[in-house]
């Protein structure tokens, strides 16, 4: 199992800003790395991908809002969150698809394509 290592979780208040941090030790080629979150009772679900050339992908609850970022290492992925809102808390999740097609990610709905998963990092955000 790839390790991957989530940071940067913790309690902030609504409109302010959180970024979080996953160092890989993946050591092949990423085709893909991905941030999800999931709240307590609900499924799981995809918050923004971002290729192995850089081109992110953005659920439509964050879009404008949060932005995902890769290291020039390819090794730290970074998700800035701004102007947070109360349903933005959750368990924070990074993932990664290793592969040679460094222009795909999955789909934002598709989990079972990621080869590796962080243990997550809890974001709370009050009203």
């Known amino acids: 199992q790839v390790p991957l290592m989530e940071s940067g979780g913790g309690s902030v208040q609504a409109g302010g800003s959180r970024t979080l941090s996953c160092y890989s030790r993946?050591?092949?080629?990423?085709?893909?790395m991905a941030w999800f979150r999931q709240v307590a009772g609900k499924p799981r679900e995809a918050v923004a991908t971002?290729?192995?050339?850089?081109?992110?992908t953005y659920a439509d609850a964050v879009k404008d809002r949060f932005t995902i970022l890769v290291g020039d290492d390819k090794r730290t992925l970074t998700l800035q969150m701004n102007d947070l809102k109360p349903e933005d808390t959750g368990v924070y999740y990074c993932?990664?698809?290793?592969?040679?097609?460094?222009?795909?990610?999955?789909?934002?709905?598709?989990?079972?394509?990621?080869?590796?998963w962080g243990q997550g990092t809890q974001v709370t955000v009050s009203a």
């Open positions: 971002i290729t192995g050339t850089d081109v992110p």
């Open positions: 993946y050591s092949g080629v990423i085709s893909c």
């Open positions: 993932a990664l698809r290793g592969g040679f097609n460094t222009k795909y990610c999955p789909a934002l709905g598709v989990e079972d394509e990621y080869d590796a």
